[in-house]
């Protein structure tokens, strides 16, 4: 499986859309679930959902490195690092009340077999949340661009394959919304100042500089923040419109 592991870093284009996912799922929590995430990277996401539960949080990546780097840099007493492998999973069946696995079934061509590993340890009544990119808009052409990415997946794909384990199951689109619901000028400028401080040339701009800008303009940093982010289901097209696919499927 490929590495793509985003990095303990607040300052980059990403670090709001990945913050935004372990978010959601820590506010469906009730505080008693025991917990697997999968290709945890940088163990950010785990540290954050172990503060929401009782039980026991599990960490796993298949990089030996990054799960040293996990263990040296977070402690709770109810959270923990394992070498996993998400297509053998060495963990017992229905053993799992949540299992969170964000970006990862694009880095590998076992993702049947990883889903399938995933079915079998969570517990019945139990919940899988997963993210994955979105070919058409992260690939237009219709050929994979990211050289971390063995294949990326339509919306019907996505639904065809989860639809072939979950009986239940919702796919939303993960939408960016920093300028949706305002409607000022302000905003717009910003908008617009943003679109243009991305393009080539110009998206070398000192980041403390843009920082300064728009928090003057908006009251935010340049790049997104977690609340710049919700999930939409209202319609299919607006689904696919998503640059990231997320899944929630409980197990019956």
């Known amino acids: 499986m490929s590495s793509e592991r985003q990095q303990i870093d607040i300052d980059n284009p990403w670090w709001g859309e990945h913050t935004f996912r372990y978010q959601y799922v820590s506010q469906h929590m009730v505080g008693y679930e025991n917990v697997l995430d999968i290709a945890c990277g940088n163990g950010y996401g785990s540290n954050h959902l172990a503060q929401y539960t009782q039980g026991f949080v599990v960490g796993g990546d298949i990089s030996e490195d990054t799960v040293d780097f996990c263990k040296s840099t977070w402690s709770k007493e109810n959270l923990n690092f394992m070498l ?68 990326e997946f339509t919306y019907d794909e996505l639904f065809n394959i989860v639809n072939s384990l979950f009986s239940k199951f919702e796919i939303y689109g993960q939408a960016y919304i ?32 843009k920082d300064i800008i728009f928090k003057i303009l908006i009251n935010r940093p340049f790049y997104p923040v977690a609340e710049d982010y919700e999930l939409v289901n209202d319609s299919l097209d607006q689904i696919k419109r998503c640059k990231t696919f997320f899944v929630i499927c409980k197990k019956e």
């Open 84 to 151: 996993l492998n998400g297509t053998n999973l060495n963990l017992g069946k229905d053993s799992q009340d949540i299992l969170v696995s964000f970006e990862t079934i694009e880095h590998t061509t076992e993702y049947v077999k990883m889903l399938e590993e995933f079915y079998r340890v969570i517990k019945p009544s139990g919940t899988l949340f997963l993210s994955t990119p979105n070919i058409l808009i992260n690939s237009p052409k219709g050929i994979v661009v990211n050289p971390y990415h063995t294949q």
């Open 178 to 209: 920093r300028y949706t619901y305002h409607n000022s000028i302000r905003f717009k400028f910003t908008n617009l100042l943003e679109r243009i401080l991305y393009l080539r040339g110009l998206r070398k701009t000192p980041l403390k500089l």
